[in-house]
């Protein structure tokens, strides 16, 4: 397992089902941990053997969660 972390930075705030949709990328098979960062971040740290960077990003994308 090859651990990577890394930030996305959020377009606006988020709404409420925006914040449940975080938790539910705990589901998906390589991503780790997922988190809000005070910094109006996204933090994920994903397993590089299972996900690429594009793969992550588009995921967060799919679960609606506004990344810049």
């Known amino acids: 397992m090859t651990k990577v972390q890394t930030t996305f930075p959020l377009s606006r705030p988020l709404t409420d089902p925006e ?7 705990h589901a998906v098979y390589g991503i780790l941990i997922a988190r809000v960062l005070p910094s109006d971040q996204l933090f994920i740290e994903y397993d590089a053997s299972r996900l690429s960077s594009a793969e ?5 994308e799919q679960h609606g969660i506004p990344v810049a």
């Open 56 to 60: 992550v990003r588009g995921t967060v």
């Open 19 to 25: 914040l449940k949709s975080i938790s539910r990328l």
